[in-house]
């Protein structure tokens, strides 16, 4: 009787732990949502040891607060969990895996902003809208010498 008590409560620990172990090993495959800087420790402050492009398949080792220490091929190192995605996310654009992927308008429309005829096409299908604010800021000119005085002062106009 304390024999099979103890076979059976070996075998549920085994199997609770093989359990665990999938559990554990599933979730640990990780992708990079966009490119990032693994660090040799957690903080942005930390020296840079590698920069991972976006989709670089990981292994999450543990996390710390906002930050994980992964595995990146052969390179160890911290990012920030905001970086990291269970899967893969793909943007090129294709008629494979579709429902996870950008369609070609989309990736022009993002990587190019809206043509002059796009855009005319957009506003007249939403006559309601207002654009007002948008033609204005896209009116407004920064030169060279204004971006270097913000930069320098942290104000418009420069010192005042």
Not at 27 to 36: G, L, P, R, V
Not at 104 to 113: D, H, P, Q, Y
Request: aromatic residues 6%; contains cysteine.
């Amino acid at each position: 009787m304390k024999k099979a008590l103890h076979r059976t409560l070996a075998g549920i620990t085994m199997l609770g732990a093989c359990l665990f172990l999938a559990t554990t090993l599933a979730a640990s495959a990780m992708h990079t949502i966009q490119d990032a800087v693994l660090r040799d420790s957690p903080s942005f402050l930390g020296k840079a040891v590698e920069t991972l492009g976006s989709g670089t398949a990981i292994q999450l080792m543990h996390e710390e607060g906002a930050w994980a220490k992964v595995q990146a091929g052969s390179k160890q190192g911290w990012l920030p969990t905001s970086a990291l995605r269970a899967k893969s996310v793909s943007l090129g654009a294709g008629a494979s895996r579709a429902a996870v992927r950008a369609g070609s308008s989309e990736v022009a429309l993002a990587g190019k902003g809206f043509s002059q005829q796009t855009e005319a096409n957009y506003r007249a299908s939403q006559s309601g809208l207002d654009y007002a604010t948008v033609d204005m800021m896209e009116g407004f000119v920064v030169t060279p010498e204004d971006r270097e005085a913000f930069l320098r002062t942290g104000r418009e106009g420069g010192a005042r």
